[in-house]
């Protein structure tokens, strides 16, 4: 069945600090993954998709078969970074965009 | 610039009672969600549509029906509200996939739905 884990409920660094929120996959086919975001008072929003390849306000996230991860890392994380994420997998066949999702990580970047 | 808005922001009902939750899209998507939002939980998908009077269940559409008698509009019905359906509720809409990948979701700022 397919899965997404998201390990982490509550995540807290400094600004500065390097950043990496957690994501694991479950699924039998080929894997098309992304990363969305809800800033505080702000709708969901897609961040960035693997398929792309980009990065986003200073964001990477690798797709790694192997592990069946596809965790979010920053290098120096910013006090605006400070928002819930999502981990979402394509789902159900790729003509609906079906998503499934994490349970979501709170992150806070403290001063 | 894609707009995706939902009828209420807030909403307080009644145990029983029948609950209505619009939707509507200003982008022509053929595709569109309903989700429940819970923490611990993330987004759990009750309900899709694909095209017009087409719909399919998500992972949890127990005691929710929808409709989609317009491409732009996507209703989420609560036959009799119950204590555990108390969430946030978000819209999402989407093109059809191309053939460049799948589409991103564009999503409603949400309906908080409290239930006594």
């Known amino acids: 069945a397919q899965r997404v884990t998201q390990p982490e409920k509550l995540l807290s660094v400094f600004k500065g600090a390097p950043v990496e929120l957690k994501c694991n996959y479950s699924y039998s086919g080929s894997p098309e993954l992304f990363w969305y975001v809800q800033y505080s008072r702000q709708r969901l929003q897609l961040l960035l998709r693997h398929i792309s390849r980009e990065s986003i306000k200073g964001f990477t996230a690798d797709l790694n078969k192997g592990e069946t991860s596809f965790h979010l890392k920053k290098p120096f994380a910013q006090e605006e970074d400070s928002a819930m994420y999502y981990c979402a997998l394509l789902t159900g066949g790729t003509s609906y965009g079906k998503l499934t999702f994490g349970q979501g990580t709170i992150l806070t970047v403290h001063p | 610039d894609v707009k995706v808005t939902q009828s209420s922001r807030y909403l307080v009902k009644r145990t029983g009672e029948k609950v209505f939750l619009e939707c509507v899209q200003d982008m022509d998507h053929e595709n569109m969600f309903w989700y429940r939002q819970d923490p611990g939980l993330g987004l759990r998908l009750i309900y899709f549509?694909?095209?017009?009077?087409?719909?399919e269940k998500g992972d949890i559409p127990e005691g929710y029906s929808v409709s989609r008698e317009k491409k732009e509009r996507f209703s989420l019905i609560l036959e009799s509200a119950s204590t555990n359906q108390t969430s946030m509720y978000l819209c999402?809409?989407?093109?059809?996939?191309?053939?460049?990948?799948?589409?991103?979701?564009?999503f409603g700022p949400g309906t908080r739905l409290l239930v006594l």
């Open positions: 549509s694909y095209d017009v009077k087409m719909k």
């Open positions: 999402a809409s989407s093109r059809r996939t191309s053939g460049t990948g799948p589409e991103t979701q564009y």
